[in-house]
Nanobody, 126 residues
Framework: VQLQAFGGGLAQTGDSLRLSCAAS????????AGWFRQAPGKEREFVAA????????SYANSVKGRFTISRDDAKNMVFLQMNGLKPEDTAVYYC????????????????????WGQGTLVTVSS
């Protein structure tokens, strides 16, 4: 099972970026998914999560109203639309997935996920 995150880059305050996460070797439709980020010198933190059926979504307070997580199971992909970027959003962003039989389950703890992408760097300048 491999997850590949891409779409990061350099942005200015207020810009938008869309991160994508592509899965191979597994069917994302059988998994809950999430995004996490790790800024330099800080611990990895939760950003957003989406249930297996896409019906339940959760966001960190720091990104609520600015970021949107979504999934396209036909493409085996998960996305993170980031609007209104701020310098404090600068981090390496990781996508994660966890197989679950419960279509409504979602997870906000990194320890709950067993598949991780390699990370994509987002840098936001002021």
């Amino acid at each position: 099972v491999q997850l590949q995150a891409f779409g990061g880059g350099l942005a200015q305050t207020g810009d938008s970026l869309r991160l994508s996460c592509a899965a191979s070797g597994t069917t994302l439709s059988a998994a809950a998914a999430g995004w996490f980020r790790q800024a330099p010198g800080k611990e990895r933190e939760f950003v957003a999560a989406i249930s297996r059926n896409g019906g339940i979504i959760s966001y960190a307070n720091s990104v609520k109203g600015r970021f949107t997580i979504s999934r396209d199971d036909a493409k085996n992909m998960v996305f993170l639309q980031m609007n209104g970027l701020k310098p404090e959003d600068t981090a390496v962003y990781y996508c994660a997935a966890r197989g679950t039989s419960n279509k409504s389950s979602y997870y906000t703890m990194a320890a709950d996920y067993n598949y991780w992408g390699q990370g994509t760097l987002v840098t936001v300048s002021s």
